[in-house]
């Protein structure tokens, strides 16, 4: 019996609102973004892209940015891994190590930075154990821009402190799906637990370890209240360079197009992980 013209109509009827909600509040401003970036002064151009490249703090911006991308994010996932592999091995209080492990997913951008600004701030944790162990005489400011290494450091700290559990909730659940047999297939031909992790562990964690790349990254490239907190303009990136072109300068165009330029570096880094990390499908016969 084939189903009525209201009956075929109903699943696109139930994803009616979930559509809506995607128009209206991510492709719309994505559409109108990309608009007012290539607009300047009521004309189609490159106008804003040029005065963006034009300003002093774009290039700094861009390679504090990209630094802290390529810093971050091996971390995060050299860590999510190892901690995943922790975990399966762990007989016993393996759901409270991960529930607390996991406890910074509940900390806003904002909050971690207050967090390490207490402890790296001049009267913050770090100088008063440091004065209490007679290592330095008089409070150390450490996030300035007289010393950059160890603000970018703080940032990079604070952001592997509070990101880290988004990439190793995503790489457990791809060791939940990895059957057991392989893992003791490879003990029986004595495979070395660096072997069975390599040869066996990796591959298989490959479509996980592609999502949390890839989204891992595209939030990376969007840091701005971690950076915002601790070292204010001292540390310029992409996202805090828009936050000032829009409020501080008031020039929409111009915030417009440091937006875009993150948009296309998270869509280039999307598509290189899709290339490195993809997933050949098997064939039969």
Known sequence: MRPSVPERGLPYLLLGPSLLFLVVFYAWPLLEAIRTAFTAEGTLGLGNFRTMAADLNFRTA????????????????????????????????????????????????????LVWLAIMGERGYLNTVLGALGLVHRPTLWLSYETPGVL?????????????????????????????????????????????FRKVSLP???????????????????????????????????????????????????????????????LLATLVYLRLLRVREETIG
């Not at 050299?78 to 190590?97: E, F, K, N, Q, V």
């Not at 604070?158 to 190793?168: G, H, K, P, Q, S």
């Not at 310029?236 to 828009?242: D, N, R, S």
Request: proline share 4%.
């Open 62 to 113: 861009l390679r504090n940015t990209l630094l802290l991308v390529v810093s971050v994010v091996p971390i995060q996932l050299a860590l999510a891994l190892a901690l995943g592999t922790l975990l399966g091995r762990t007989a016993r209080g393996r759901d409270l190590y991960l529930y607390v492990w996991t406890i910074p997913l509940g900390v806003s951008d904002l909050a971690a930075g």
């Open 152 to 196: 970018f450091a703080a940032v990079v700290a604070a952001e592997v402190w509070r990101a880290t559990a988004i990439v190793l909730v995503i790489v457990v659940a791809g060791m939940q799906l990895v059957p057991r047999e392989y893992g003791e297939a490879a003990d029986v031909f004595g495979a070395t637990p660096w072997q069975r």
């Open 204 to 266: 298989l964690l490959k479509p996980s370890i592609q999502t949390a790349l890839i989204l891992r990254t595209i939030l990376a490239f969007e840091v701005f209240a971690v950076v915002l907190t601790l070292g204010g303009r001292d540390l310029p990136v992409l996202m805090g360079e828009a936050y000032n072109w829009q409020y501080a300068y008031e020039n929409t165009g111009v915030a417009s197009a440091l937006a875009v330029v993150i948009l296309v570096l998270s």
